[in-house]
Nanobody, 125 residues
Framework: EVQLVESGGGLAQPGGSLRLSCAAS????????MSWARQVPGKGLEWITG????????YYADSVKGRFTISRDNTKNMLYLQMNNLKPEDSALYYC??????????????????WGQGTQVTVSS
């Protein structure tokens, strides 16, 4: 079965960094675009970044552009999110997500067909 397992969340100070990882299994990882999204309690799900199956097309929400970097290693079935210059507003539950086959990773949450469990990121002094 498809599994997406996020890790790397935790507490960071404003201006600090964290790297999230997502271990994928149960599907041919290198055939699918992937995304990251986040959710703050009481708020809707926010798409933040995505990339195509080989990592050649990358997209970012304005809220994270210049600070976050998405990448993947298809030989290891791993997706990553490097988060730098963290702000308190970045505090959220972060989800790794699989994009439906042939769909763009460029911001449509409706194109997501599988979600990970999520990993909590808290940015606070």
């Amino acid at each position: 079965e498809v599994q997406l397992v996020e890790s790397g969340g935790g507490l960071a100070q404003p201006g600090g960094s964290l790297r999230l990882s997502c271990a994928a299994s149960g599907f041919t990882f290198g055939f699918y675009a992937m995304s990251w999204a986040r959710q703050v309690p009481g708020k809707g799900l926010e798409w933040i970044t995505g990339l195509d199956s080989d990592g050649s097309e990358i997209y970012y929400a304005d809220s994270v552009k210049g600070r976050f970097t998405i990448s993947r290693d298809n030989t290891k079935n791993m997706l990553y999110l490097q988060m730098n210059n963290l702000k308190p507003e970045d505090s959220a539950l972060y989800y790794c997500a699989k994009v439906a086959y042939g769909r763009s990773p460029s911001s449509a949450l409706e194109d997501i067909d599988f979600w990970g469990q999520g990993t909590q990121v808290t940015v606070s002094s």
